[in-house]
């Protein structure tokens, strides 16, 4: 087996996330829309506290791998979602640091909300999700990056 010159030699590499296409073109456009439905929602959890992004953005990057090769190259192109992507559908897992600015843009999203809740049910309805949403977080495995020796 032919190895690739800017691979090490003795490292295997992990498959390319692969894209096969839905025989029915009905059913590419239902995966099509969708995949922009998922986006939608991940762009509005970039600002709303209680709706996460990258869950949407991954069933995105699912229904368009199924409905077109376009946008599934556009988004595994994409500077920060592409890598999270990529990690995602190869190792089933994400980097120490997206881990930590999860965490980060979670406690301050969240702390922001609970700051501007009027009533103590609100801001103890927010805590308890923001708790919620952490553990689930807490539960993704990481990967750390391999070194070369």
């Known amino acids: ?21 839905h025989d029915s073109r009905v059913v590419r456009w239902v995966y099509l829309a969708a995949g922009f439905a998922a986006l939608i929602l991940a762009v509005a959890g970039v600002l709303l506290p209680i709706l996460p992004t990258t869950p949407f953005v991954l069933l995105a990057a699912a229904c368009f791998a199924r409905s077109s090769t376009h946008f599934h190259e556009k988004l595994l192109a994409h500077r920060i979602a592409g890598p999270i992507i990529r990690e995602w559908t190869q190792y ?3 980097r120490p640091k997206v881990k930590r600015w999860v965490y980060f843009l979670l406690a301050l999203s969240f702390s922001s909300s609970i ?4 009533s103590a049910w609100q801001k103890v309805m927010l805590a308890v999700l923001g708790l919620i949403l952490a553990a689930f977080i807490w539960r993704i495995p990481v990967r750390e990056k391999e070194t070369g020796t």
Do not use: A, D, F, Y
């Open 1 to 21: 087996m032919q190895k690739h010159l800017n691979e090490k030699v003795g490292e295997e590499q992990p498959p390319t996330p692969s894209v096969q296409l």
């Open 92 to 94: 089933r897992s994400i």
């Open 115 to 118: 700051l501007m809740m009027p």
